[in-house]
Structures are given as C-alpha cells and as structure tokens.
C-alpha cells in the first residue's frame, strides 16, 4: 500500500483542538443571495457575535463555470464584506458536488451501486473517489482557489469536501475495481497466494490466479461473500477517501502553511483514527440532534454522538449545529423550542467541542434542502432562533477563551472507534447489533446515571478512567494487551463482554480457546457459546446477588482459572449453576469477563454491581435525572457544565462553589435551573 507520510502526531481522546481562538459561526452560502441580503446579512451576523462563516463547498460551478474558467468575485466580495464586520472565513473545497461538465465528460466516472447501477447528476457525492478525471478535478480547483486565497489575511482555514461518504461509500465502478485491485497487489506484495491465504479462499472454492481475477465484494450476490474479502474492501474504501482527502491537503499546505485543515464527519467506512485524521489539524463533527424524535432520549443520543467522535481523535470542532428544524424529502424535524438550541450548545461543549458554528445562516427557499430551516427563516426575519444564538454568541466571549486547551473529565470509557473492529462485526453480524450499537446502551447507563462516562480505543491514553468495558468486540489486535494489562495492574477496572477477541485481523476465528490473548489476563475461557435469538424462549436466566436477568442475543458458559471469583452464574437450562461473570484481580485492579450482552436491559439490572468496587462516582450526588452534569479540565481550571434536559425548572443541591461564567449561579450549594437552563462554574485545579 502507497504509504503517505502524514506529520500529525496519533491522536487521543485528551486532545484538545489547537486553535487560538474560539470560533462561533455560522455556514453560509453567498450564492444563493443578492447583494443587498448579503450586505445585510454581515451586519446581522457581527450583531449575534459571529467572528466565522464557512463558504463555498457547494459552489464548483460558481467558482469554475466552465472547465479551467475560474470565477471568484462572489466569494472574494464576501470575504471582504464579512471581513469589515470582524468575521474571518473558513473555505471548503467545493467536490462534493462536482459540476454537471465534469460527469458529462467523464461518464464512466459516476460511481456504481452495489446493483450494478451508476449514479446520476441530480443531488451530490456522485461520482467515484477512484476515477482519476474526478482526482484531477480536485486537484486543480484546490489548487486554483488555494493560489487565489493564500495571501488572503481573513481566509483562515479549511474543510476538504463535505462529509465524505454521507450518501454514498460502496463503490463498484470500473475504476473502483481497478483501485482495489491495486490496493490489494500492496498489500500483499504482489503475491496472490498471500491473499488466498488471508482470505481463506479454499473455503467454496474461491482461490485466485491473479489479482486482476478479484472484484469488489457487492453483497449477497448469489450468497455471501468472503468476510476477509469484505474486511479488506472496508479497509481500501477508507485508504481511497483518505488518499483523495491528502492530495487536497497536500496542495492547500503547499500555498499556505498558516492555514488549519479538517473534515466534518462522522460516515461509514472511514478509519478517522488512522492516516485520515492523522493528515488533518483536527476532525468536525455535523450534530443534529433533532434526528432524535424521542425527546428523552434526544439528550443521551447527542452525548454518546460526541462522546464517540471524541473517541477518535480528541476535542473536536462542530462545522455544522442544528439551528432550527431540519428537513429533507421525507423528513422534518420539529422546531427546537425555546432554549433548546442552546442547551444542545453547552451539552455540545461539555462534550468535547471546542469551536461551533450553526448551520446554515438562513433557509434556502428552493433545493433538496429548502425545508433545512436555519437561525432565520426564508422570509429573512430575525425571530426568536435568531435571539438565542445572539445570547449564546455574547455567552461565548466569556467561556470560549476558557475552554481551549481543556480536556472532557472521563471515569468511565466505553470502547470504541476501531475500524477494523466495527468493521469486522459488519462482516459477519449473525444477527447482532453493532458495536456501536452495543456501546450506546452501556455508555446511556451511565450517562443516565451521572458518570463521567465517555468513549475511548483501548489502545489511548487510559490514565484518569476508572473503568474501561470493551462491549463485545471479535477482533482485538493482541499488541494492545500489554497496555490493558497496564491500566489494570495500576488499579483500573476492566470489563470484558462476550465474543472478545474471538478473531484475528485477519477475520478468521482463533485457534485458541476464547478469549484468545485476553485468556489469562481475565483468568477465565469460554466453554460453550450461543446465539440466543429468543430471549423468552428456552431462557437463560443469569443471578448476581439477588438480581436475575434474563439474557438477550448471546450467552456464555465460563471455566474461570484458579483464584478467579465468579461474580455471577446461570440459574437455567444446561448452564445451571455454571459461571456467567467472573472477577480477576490482578496488580491493584481487576478484569470482569461478562458472558453475555451488556444490552440496556443488562445495564439496568447489573450496571450498580460493574461499577461497584471500580471507583467511578456520578459527578455529583442527588442530581435530578434531567439535568447532566460534566466537566472540562486543564490548564489549571476546571469547568463544571450543569445542563437542564427538561422542559420545567430543576432544583440543584451540594452544588460546589465556583466563578459562574454562564447562567444561573448558585447561592449556599443550591441552584434552580429553569426550563433549557444551563450554568458553567470554574474552579481552580
Ligand atoms: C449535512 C451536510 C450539509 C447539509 C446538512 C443538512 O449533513 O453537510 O451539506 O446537507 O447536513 O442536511
């Protein structure tokens, strides 16, 4: 595999993002509007507190109307204008929609579906990532806007693209195929019988002669496919985006080293852990929390979506937040009530962001997304939307400056962000939720229950967290063991779900009775395995202390080694009396092996008896059960958020003292929240 050198250091989940100011803004789109609206517009935005708009990323055929003819006046206006009122601007290299010339030039480089079909011109993310006419096209209007823009002091950043792979990832045009043929002659050296070992091809008969015989895997095409095979098309269709993503950076770095450089993401197939964000300054992420229309659950879904951004690779900065109603074709959120936007602005902070803009400024009134409501309407009147982001812009003076460079305080982590892993499960689910699936019901425990609970790689940076639980992951890489085992032996809880390294990297199941490498860390194996696809049926029925739990999805009968405690066992069927969870100690701490899944059910039962004896407390005692409480720490200050969930006042007691720098303040430890409320205190550290 053509290995490009990428200078970031391996991210983590401490990270902070490394800008020098805090950014507040909104997305905005120029040419959609005159020229009075836009003189307008700025005004308007300097009074809400705006010092960023992002632009341009949709415009190609604005800014390239006909093949190599450039046009810029719209955008170097715009800047300029914004630029009088204090904002700076963030520019995105417009190829998520590349223009019609392009793919009417070029028609064998629309991407192809998983049936066979290509994509059409008509909505965006058409064309495929491995065509070469779309990778020069690329390059040339990055490079034609980077030369126009470089020496342009209000321009100070960049985003590649727009959301790689939202829409659409499984490519399998011509040009696909070629590229993966090509990927795979570097993986494996250009030997074939290499990967007929890899693959596991003797198995139906599906050994190759030569690279050039292999197609990307489409699905169920008769039947199933080759879960190496599909491994390693997850793994090529991150390296392609990854590639694309580079030869952009490559030029914008080239024309302005001053310039920071990230992507908003998260989508499938895209390892933002690996050589993607390790070439960026940072990763975006795009909330819209309004996707939850279950408003009591709206509150866990947005922690764990940022909780497991942060996972990948630290704090992170919020490209686009959802300013009012989205909508598309079948789809349209309700309007965020008063206050809403803003309390999923601080739950967005307390989270990890470290820089936000809305999108977008204004609704368009015509287009795939014309019900896409942003801070003002179509008919442009400034309304209630419009006052709240004018409060949270004044709000942020004050707290953004005191924001960069800390941390989010973290007890509790839940696995996730390996892409092997995940992609791996996806493979071969018989039947099982995902692993982030498996993540969000344990991390909403916990989140439900006032911990500092959030999402990390078992190979980051574990020093502070308590308790580290790895839900149910088949593929492990063994080289992380030393480091687990470290946590451990320094007094961390581990806690290990069924199914855990049950594969290798490869995909194949391990010779070794499971859990393979993690076998005697976690002093126990598994005896027997199995699918339980009626939980009301033929039930296993698991008893810790005087709780039972009846198990959903997968079950477990463990042989613990000498010295280890069993915790739990089985009360039915053949496992009676067998062991179901089991306790080793080793060095200061201790590894939990669960033999069956951690589903919210599991949670609700057993959740107080895994966290007992690790450490882990809520953040604060007695706190009503809407209102989150989270914690930023670093540069020798602390900041408590203190979020209302509800849509009705809250009381708070043994609230610590603290400089409240946003919303109510406390007064003898107790503090009234009212409906949305939110109030930041700052201690010393
Ligand atoms: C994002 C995307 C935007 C816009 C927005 C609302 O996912 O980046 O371009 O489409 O959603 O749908």
Same mark, same amino acid.
């Given at each position: 595999m053509r290995r490009i050198m990428y200078k970031k250091s391996p991210p983590s989940h401490l990270r902070p993002v490394p800008l020098s100011s805090f950014l507040f803004g909104v997305c905005y789109y120029p040419e959609h509007w005159d020229a009075d609206t836009r003189r307008l517009d700025a005004e308007r935005m300097r009074a809400a507190g705006i010092n960023v708009v992002r632009m341009a990323e949709f415009a190609a055929e604005v800014l390239e109307p006909a093949p190599g003819q450039f046009d810029f006046r719209i955008f170097d206006d715009t800047i300029a204008e914004l630029a009088e009122h204090g904002i700076r601007t963030i520019l995105g290299t417009p190829t998520a929609a590349p223009p019609r010339w392009l793919s009417a030039a070029h028609p064998d480089a629309l991407a192809v579906d998983a049936a066979g079909q290509p994509l059409q011109h008509g909505s965006r993310q058409h064309m495929s990532l491995s065509h070469p006419a779309l990778s020069e096209y690329s390059q040339r209007v990055t490079r034609a806007l980077a030369e126009h823009y470089a020496e342009n002091p209000h321009v100070i950043g960049w985003q590649t693209d727009n959301e790689f792979h939202c829409h659409f990832s499984e490519d399998h045009s011509g040009a696909a195929q070629e590229d993966f043929r090509a990927f795979l002659r570097e993986k494996y050296g250009q030997d074939i019988e290499a990967l007929n070992r890899a693959w596991g091809n003797n198995f139906w008969a599906l050994? &190759? !002669? /030569?690279?050039?015989e292999i197609c990307t895997p489409r699905g169920l095409r008769p039947c199933y496919p080759n879960p190496t095979q599909q491994l390693d098309y997850a793994r090529f269709l991150s390296w392609r985006v990854t590639r694309f993503q580079h030869e952009q950076v490559q030029i914008l770095r080239t024309f302005q080293p001053r310039w920071f450089i990230f992507h908003n993401g998260c989508f499938p197939h895209i390892d933002y852990r690996g050589d993607f964000i390790r070439d960026l300054d940072f990763l975006g992420y795009d909330s819209y929390p309004?996707? !939850? &229309? /279950?408003v009591t659950r709206r509150a866990s879904d947005h922690a764990y979506n940022l909780d497991r951004t942060r996972a990948w690779s630290g704090n992170f900065i919020i490209p686009e937040h959802q300013s009012g109603p989205g909508g598309q074709a079948p789809y349209f959120h309700d309007n965020p009530e008063p206050g809403e936007i803003r309390k999923l602005t601080y739950a967005s902070l307390a989270h990890g962001t470290d820089s936000i803009l809305y999108f977008r400024w204004r609704t368009c009134r015509y287009g795939a997304e014309m019900y896409w409501c942003g801070v003002l309407d179509q008919d442009n009147v400034p309304r209630r939307r419009y006052e709240e982001i004018q409060r949270i812009g004044r709000e942020m003076a004050v707290l953004g400056p005191e924001l960069l460079g800390t941390s989010v305080r973290m007890d509790v982590g839940v696995a996730y962000a390996d892409y092997d892993a995940m992609e791996a499960r996806a493979t071969m689910p018989l039947g099982l939720p995902s692993l982030s699936n498996h993540a969000e019901a344990i991390h909403r425990w916990f989140f439900r229950g006032h911990y500092a609970a959030g999402c990390v790689h078992p190979a980051d940076v574990l020093d502070g967290l308590k308790m580290l639980i790895i839900p149910h992951w088949e593929v492990m890489d063994p080289d992380w063991l030393p480091h687990l085992r470290d946590f451990v032996e320094r007094g961390g809880t581990l806690v290990l779900g069924a199914i855990c390294a049950t594969r290798d990297t490869n995909n194949h199941v391990i010779a070794e009775t499971p859990p393979g490498f993690l076998r005697e860390l976690a002093g126990v194996s598994v005896e027997e395995y199995s699918r339980k696809n009626r939980a009301d049926q033929r039930s296993w029925v698991m008893k810790w202390d005087d709780r039972e739990h009846t198990a959903e999805g997968w079950v477990e009968i463990l042989a613990p080694e000498e010295g280890t405690e069993v915790l739990a066992a089985w009360t039915a069927r053949h496992a009676a009396g067998k062991p179901a969870v089991t306790c080793r100690r080793q060095g200061k701490g201790r590894v939990l092996y669960v033999g069956t899944l951690m589903t919210e059910a599991f949670m609700e039962r057993f959740g107080p008896a895994l966290v007992r004896s690790s450490g882990a407390e809520p953040v604060l005692p007695d706190l009503p059960e809407d209102v989150e409480a989270a914690v930023r720490y670093g540069d020798g200050r602390e900041l408590l958020f203190l979020i209302n969930h509800a849509d009705m006042p809250c009381e708070l007691g043994a609230v610590p003292e603290g400089d409240s720098l946003v919303g109510e303040r406390p007064s003898e430890g107790r503090l009234t929240l009212p409906a949305y409320g939110v109030s930041v205190l700052r201690s010393g550290r």
């Open positions: 050994t &190759y !002669s /030569d690279f050039e309004g996707f !939850s &229309y /279950d």
